[in-house]
């Protein structure tokens, strides 16, 4: 068995072991005694010195580059942290008053990925779902309606498999999709009209204007990734759902435009990520759905990617 510190406790998600400082209360233990990919620590006083820790002009969280090679993260009144320039190793601070669920997903999403595009890896802005038995998973920028679909699939049988961050490894060929925190994050009215008995007392963080949602999901590591969704600008003036088959360049552009951690591009990162995104247009369909985003519409939408899937 690997020798752990004393102060802290092994977790996994995404296909990794995680070993935290601080709780991460829903996520299980691991299975094996693997190492682990990341360890998440506590930041001493004075780490963050110098650091500006509010909201960019272009986002709600801040992201710096570090004359290391490291990245420095801020989520305002939830979290700063430092993640090494291997990616091995972040230290994180929550907020004094902050929501530890808050600190919890932020931490998940942005400094877990950005550790993983440090060592290599290029995880994709996904939400994935089990839809008979089938894992689909859905591209787009935020808004464009990636939770909202899932949590329409969610409330009708489907299970989450992640949400937000798509971890993907390859099996004999096969694309699987690791399985993330077993919630979504949704506006409040998509939370209370799909799925109203879920919990959603949590906040996201408070800037994005998302709570966390409870969505159970079964034990596995990770499901073989059947399709890919692209969700596409709304059609103006149309109330009709369409599906297309995206192939060859305009694939590849989209598979680019959905890895993380964008504003992080060495030069070896850029050669790195073509080559993940023609691995992945090659081993799994993508197709481009095009609907208006009314509620009314989203049992249209499902139809078409379970035919399509």
């Known amino acids: 068995m690997q020798a752990v510190a004393a102060d802290l406790s092994r977790y996994a998600v995404y296909g990794l072991t995680v070993e935290s400082a601080f709780p991460l209360g829903t996520l299980p233990a691991p299975h094996d005694d693997r190492p682990a990919a990341v360890r ?41 942290a430092i993640v090494g320039p291997d990616g091995r190793t972040a230290r994180c601070a929550p907020a004094p008053e902050g929501d530890p669920r808050s600190f919890e997903a932020n ?57 937000d961050m798509l971890r993907l490894v390859y099996d ?11 919630r979504l994050k949704l506006f409040d009215e998509q939370a209370r009209l799909l799925l109203p008995t879920a919990v959603r007392d949590a906040a996201f963080n408070p800037m994005s204007g998302k709570l966390l949602v ?31 088959r995206v192939q060859g360049v305009e694939a590849v552009r989209i598979l680019l435009a959905s890895t993380l951690h ?18 992945l247009a090659k081993a799994v369909p993508l197709f481009a759905v095009a609907y208006p985003r009314r509620h009314d519409l989203l049992p249209a939408v499902a139809d078409a990617v379970r035919r399509s899937a």
């Open 214 to 244: 409870e969505a159970a999901s079964s034990g596995e590591a990770g499901v073989r990734l059947s399709a890919l969704f692209w969700l596409g600008e709304a059609p103006a003036g149309s109330a009709t759902v369409t599906v297309r």
């Open 172 to 182: 004999a060929g096969e694309p699987i999709a690791c399985r993330g925190p077993p």
């Open 262 to 279: 964008r504003d992080h591009r060495p030069p070896e990162r850029i050669e790195r990520q073509l080559r993940s995104v023609e691995r």
């Open 107 to 163: 931490l998940l999403n942005f400094v877990l990925t950005a550790a993983l595009t440090l060592q290599g890896e290029e995880p994709l802005h996904a939400t994935v779902v089990g839809v008979d038995g089938r894992a689909v998973g859905f591209l787009g920028d935020s808004g464009t309606g990636k939770s909202t679909l899932a949590a329409f699939l969610l409330a009708r049988g489907a299970e989450l498999v992640t949400d």
């Open 40 to 80: 998440i620590l506590g930041a001493p006083a004075g780490t963050f010195a110098g650091l500006d820790a509010g909201a960019s002009p272009a986002t709600w969280y801040r992201h710096a580059p570090l004359a290391d090679g490291g990245i420095y993260f801020a989520v305002p009144d939830v979290l700063q």
